[in-house]
């Protein structure tokens, strides 16, 4: 399974109106929904300048709308139907060089709230855990999971209250996850975006998921793949094209913050196999 996010192809001078829309790709395989996606990119690179720009319609429905309206309107709205209103010129900002993705204080909240549960200390892999606080329900030396990331991930949707599967061992799986964020979850308000977006909604405190699913471990569910979830982060948006947003996961290693390129297997990376779900929190 391929899931191409290349970076967004260069403008010099950034168009008046939006020029990009939700792209579909091809569907080889009819009978798996989840290699059918629809991806929004609304980030722009001037090859020209170094410089990162927003498609104003875009900007406006993740970033200006959510701000206006209510929790449960914003995490239960069709971004592909809102529109700015006749009165509202909507300005995004452009991102020179060396500069990060812009931070609200919901991201810089959110990155507060990720920092707290001390992943690095909990979900440790090899342990049996509480998956709402990742603290081992047996001694130290029961065996438990070889990654306990499936349930990092639900733990922090649960604190975000956004939907998840039902809670069951099952559904800690990543490769579970990721089926379902694709299938189930796009009903329930999960959109995919590419990398860029990715960081960009975590800065606004969105709750992001990027989800892998091995291909060659269809056979084998305990090692079918990753999840983990970006975290906001200020460091320069050259860098995701080439290193991929930031995240904080459990796995086989826990990082508190890491690069996505180191914190994912080196096939997901240059597989260009992650997908990104994001979903505004309720």
């Not at 798996?32 to 410089?51: L, M, S």
């Not at 999840?227 to 906001?232: D, F, G, H, K, S």
């Amino acid at each position: 399974m391929h899931h191409p996010h290349p970076i967004p192809k260069p403008h010099p001078v950034p168009p008046k109106g939006p020029t990009r829309s939700p792209t579909q790709d091809k569907n080889k395989h009819p009978k798996d929904p989840t290699r059918e996606h629809k991806h929004y990119r609304f980030v722009n690179f001037n090859e020209r300048t170094g410089e990162f720009w927003f498609d104003s319609s875009w900007w406006y429905r993740f970033v200006v709308y959510p701000t206006t309206v209510s929790n449960f309107d914003s995490s239960s709205a069709n971004f592909t139907t809102i529109v700015p209103p006749p009165n509202i010129t909507v300005k995004p900002p452009v991102i020179k060089p060396g500069q990060g993705l812009p931070m609200s204080p919901a991201g810089s909240s959110l990155a507060s709230l990720l920092n707290a549960l001390d992943v690095e200390h909990h979900w440790l892999a090899g342990q049996r855990v509480d998956w709402k606080t990742g603290n081992p329900i047996d001694s130290a030396s029961s065996y438990g999971p070889a990654s306990n990331g499936g349930a990092f991930v639900a733990a922090v949707c649960s604190r975000l209250k956004v939907p998840m599967p039902a809670l069951a061992p099952e559904t800690f799986l990543p490769g579970s996850q990721h089926d379902w964020l694709l299938r189930e979850g796009k009903d329930r308000g999960w959109v995919e975006v590419g990398a860029l977006e990715a960081q960009l909604l975590a800065n606004q405190g969105w709750a992001v998921i990027a989800a892998w699913k091995d291909p060659a471990s269809a056979g084998d569910r305990s090692v079918s793949g990753q999840t983990a979830i970006v975290r906001p982060d200020s460091k320069p948006a050259a860098e995701i094209p080439t290193h991929g947003p930031h995240v904080i996961e459990a796995g086989v290693h826990n990082h508190r913050d890491i690069a996505l390129k180191d914190g994912f297997p080196a096939k997901a990376w240059n597989g260009q196999q992650v997908v990104y779900l994001a979903h505004r929190p309720g």
